[in-house]
């Protein structure tokens, strides 16, 4: 019975979601009290169960999120990420265009969020595309498909950064570990993919044809950009690996902590791409207060998951079917990667198909000592797969390359597909080295 329980409940969540359009945070609250009532929960128990699940999820990853938001929208604002992608561009040159975009897509989609990379990144792309006459989508889409990599495997991005505090990670590791899978997902994806794409038909707007010159701005010098962009990865990968040479001393601790890592990383950028380029502490503190406003319903959904899986928790019924899932001839990785990918298949969002995932089998994690740096990558990789009409992306980049629905789907779902099957691939034979 509780089986159906949660089965019932799960699909409650999707037609809140899908056919009620209902907001994801008010939805996963509603749900977790209709499943804390149908699972023997007492009523009374229920908020205390809601609060500690919103807490203990949050509590470690606000300021991740909040101060990582922060980073992205100066590295964008102050045009850091223009400069990057103008640096490889030139470094390249025009042979490989499509490459220097890739990198360029990779290296901006590591400190920025999803959506204000995608909207950064295709006037770039246009502006190419126009200027040497090249395919719109074989351009564009491995740029794209980099930017959803980082999304889904890479801390600090939300989805991976709660799941590493879900399941009790290693930041750094998982760090290192999703670049191992990230890039070989990424050349499938995108260069090797993209090469059946040379003859789809596109007609991108012709106002994307000035979008890029029409920025005057100055730009920050090239090692500035680089390095005020890629300085939580470079943190986290050496302070990971210092542990792991003079173990954890409390000062390594301290300067591999996550938010403290970002913390760092913030102030830093607030002197190399704002005050050093001539903006004002006001004008900073507005960028950052928008950055906030950027990632609150960010914050509030993978809250709401918390408050969901806090129930399943105490309600005893996630035991139960980690109890059952042992008798499936199934690796946990695999399960996990299953879950989460039926689950973006039915709701559309990434964010919320890995953390629902993540409430149900992190106890059978626990039970079957699955890694969990490991655990984070397959069920990100799962959350990323079939990107189709319920998802926000998918209208996207049919929109802004104006092709058909069909065409889309060709291009885009394939490419997600790609990526979340490759990315299994990859945790998988980690695992088996690990």
């Given at each position: ?17 899908t056919w009620g359009k209902l907001n994801a945070f ?52 102050s045009g850091a990420a223009r400069e990057i992608a ?218 709401g998951a918390g408050a969901l899986k806090q129930v ?123």
């Open positions: 019975m509780s089986f159906l329980i949660v089965f019932a409940c799960l699909l409650l969540l999707i037609l809140l979601l008010i939805a996963f609250m509603l749900v977790s009290v209709v499943a804390g009532l149908l699972l023997g929960i007492p009523p009374e128990k229920i908020p205390g169960s809601l609060q500690k699940g919103i807490g203990d999820t949050i509590g470690g990853l606000l300021a991740i999120i909040v101060l990582g938001a922060m980073l992205g929208k100066l590295v964008a604002e103008n640096s490889l561009m030139q470094l390249f040159g025009e042979k490989y265009l499509q490459w220097a975009l890739l990198i360029a897509g990779f290296i901006i989609g590591i400190p920025l969020f999803y959506g204000v990379g995608f909207v950064l990144m295709v006037p770039l792309i246009f502006s190419v595309v126009y200027q040497y006459k090249l395919p719109a989508v074989y351009i564009g889409l491995p740029t794209l498909a980099a930017l959803s990599i980082t999304h889904g495997f890479l801390p600090p991005h939300p989805s991976p950064a709660a799941l590493v505090t879900q399941f009790h990670a290693n930041m750094g590791l998982t760090l290192l570990y999703g670049l191992l899978v990230a890039i070989p997902a990424l050349m499938l994806a995108g260069p090797v993919f993209s090469r059946f794409l040379r003859k789809m038909p596109s007609a991108p707007n012709p106002m994307f044809r000035q979008a890029d010159n029409s920025n005057s701005q100055v730009l920050p010098g090239r090692c500035n950009s680089f390095l005020t962009a890629l300085l939580p990865v470079i943190l986290l990968m050496v302070t990971t690996a210092c542990t792991h040479i003079l173990g954890a001393t409390p000062w390594l601790t301290l300067a591999g902590d996550a938010p403290m890592v970002m913390l760092f990383c913030v102030i830093v950028a607030t002197f190399t791409l704002g005050l050093a380029q001539g903006r004002d502490m006001k004008q900073l503190m507005l960028i950052y207060g928008d950055a906030v406003k950027d990632v609150a319903m960010i914050v509030l959904i993978i809250a399943l928790a105490d309600s005893g019924v996630s035991n139960e079917i980690a109890a059952a899932m042992q008798t499936w001839q199934v690796p946990v990785l695999v399960l996990g990667w299953l879950m989460a990918a039926l689950i973006r298949a039915c709701v559309g969002s990434a964010t919320i198909a890995g953390l629902t995932a993540a409430g149900m089998i992190a106890p059978l994690m626990v039970q079957a000592g699955t890694n969990p740096n490991l655990m984070v990558l397959s069920i990100g990789a799962g959350s990323l797969m079939f990107s189709h009409v319920n998802d926000a992306g998918f209208w996207m980049f049919k929109e802004y390359f104006n092709l058909s629905i069909k065409n889309t789907l060709l291009s885009w779902s394939v490419m997600e597909t790609i990526v979340g099957t490759a990315g299994l691939t990859g945790v998988l034979l980690l695992n088996a080295f690990i």
